[in-house]
């Protein structure tokens, strides 16, 4: 049932749907994205890879055998799941999270994320949600971290806790402007462990970031985290960008 305070927000702001601007009905059960939209937001097709979550695709009658997007991930980096593809909508969601002040977007899409299903490993020993860090200078201007309250509602959805242990170095350029082969460089070094961490030893820590792309920022928190004591730490994303290999030609 619709709340009285629902249905005069309503009247006041009609609900218009962060992904394709369309009016949200009422009665739609969601408030931020409508029906449609939702059901546009599609996981990495199957069959999977075990490790990434990348697809397997079939070249001919045999799938490939080696996956080609974590094959060079280090050890510490031990999965990887992402709630959908960086396609529209999702690609106009994450946008209105992080660019537009949205941050409310955060909850239903932390609630894709919850739904996932995730590797053993992860779901037995990983209790402990790390917000993948943004700089300083970031932090002030949009005023807070997309990754952070993804963290804050995917712990709360899943009854796990959030470390913020993790914190950027500044000066590091922003991936979104550098090539595949230029990301892994640009993050070397860009985490340090917070000062405030304590004690990870033995700890399966699970990121929590918006967008997955080649897998190299995820790849340096691990290994920063994992040069502090942690076992391993695997990472879950509300999208993951796909590559050209996704692409059929
Ligand atoms: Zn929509
Ligand atoms: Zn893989």
Same mark, same amino acid.
């Given at each position: 049932?619709?709340?009285?305070?629902?249905?005069?927000?309503?009247?006041?702001?009609?609900?218009?749907?962060?992904?394709?601007?369309?009016?949200?009905?009422?009665?739609?059960?969601?408030?931020?994205?409508?029906?449609?939209?939702?059901?546009?937001?599609?996981?990495?097709?199957?069959?999977?890879?075990?490790?990434?979550?990348?697809?397997?695709?079939?070249?001919?009658?045999?799938?490939?055998?080696?996956?080609?997007?974590?094959?060079?991930?280090?050890?510490?980096?031990?999965?990887?799941?992402?709630?959908?593809?960086?396609?529209?909508?999702?690609?106009?969601?994450?946008?209105?999270?992080?660019?537009?002040?949205?941050?409310?977007?955060?909850?239903?899409?932390?609630?894709?994320?919850?739904?996932?299903?995730?590797?053993?490993?992860?779901?037995?020993?990983?209790?402990? #949600?790390?917000?993948?860090?943004?700089?300083?200078?970031?932090?002030?201007?949009?005023?807070?971290?997309?990754?952070?309250?993804?963290?804050?509602?995917?712990?709360?959805?899943?009854?796990?806790?959030?470390?913020?242990?993790?914190?950027?170095?500044?000066?590091?350029?922003?991936?979104?402007?550098?090539?595949? #082969?230029?990301?892994?460089?640009?993050?070397?070094?860009?985490?340090?462990?917070?000062?405030?961490?304590?004690?990870?030893?033995?700890?399966?820590?699970?990121? #929590?970031?918006?967008?997955?792309?080649?897998?190299?920022?995820?790849?340096?928190?691990?290994?920063?985290?994992?040069?502090?004591?942690?076992?391993?730490?695997?990472?879950?994303?509300?999208?993951?960008?796909?590559?050209?290999?996704?692409?059929?030609?």
């Amino acid at each position: 049932m619709r709340t009285l305070a629902a249905a005069l927000l309503d009247l006041v702001f009609a609900p218009i749907c962060l992904g394709c601007d369309a009016p949200i009905a009422p009665g739609d059960g969601a408030r931020l994205v409508c029906r449609l939209c939702r059901t546009r937001l599609r996981t990495p097709p199957p069959p999977c890879c075990d490790r990434c979550g990348a697809p397997r695709l079939r070249t001919g009658r045999t799938e490939e055998q080696a996956c080609p997007e974590c094959a060079h991930w280090p050890d510490a980096l031990a999965f990887a799941r992402s709630a959908c593809i960086l396609e529209p909508p999702a690609d106009r969601i994450v946008h209105q999270l992080k660019y537009r002040g949205w941050r409310a977007a955060a909850e239903p899409m932390a609630e894709r994320m919850a739904a996932l299903a995730l590797p053993d490993a992860v779901r037995r020993d990983a209790t402990v #949600v790390v917000p993948v860090p943004t700089t300083r200078a970031r932090l002030r201007e949009r005023g807070y971290n997309q990754a952070e309250l993804l963290a804050r509602w995917y712990a709360r959805l899943t009854g796990r806790e959030v470390r913020l242990l993790l914190e950027r170095r500044s000066g590091a350029a922003s991936q979104t402007i550098l090539q595949p #082969v230029a990301r892994g460089a640009n993050v070397a070094g860009a985490f340090r462990i917070a000062g405030s961490a304590g004690s990870l030893a033995d700890a399966h820590l699970l990121l #929590v970031d918006d967008v997955l792309t080649t897998g190299a920022t995820a790849a340096e928190c691990a290994r920063t985290l994992a040069a502090a004591g942690a076992r391993c730490v695997s990472i879950v994303t509300f999208a993951r960008a796909p590559t050209a290999r996704w692409v059929p030609s």
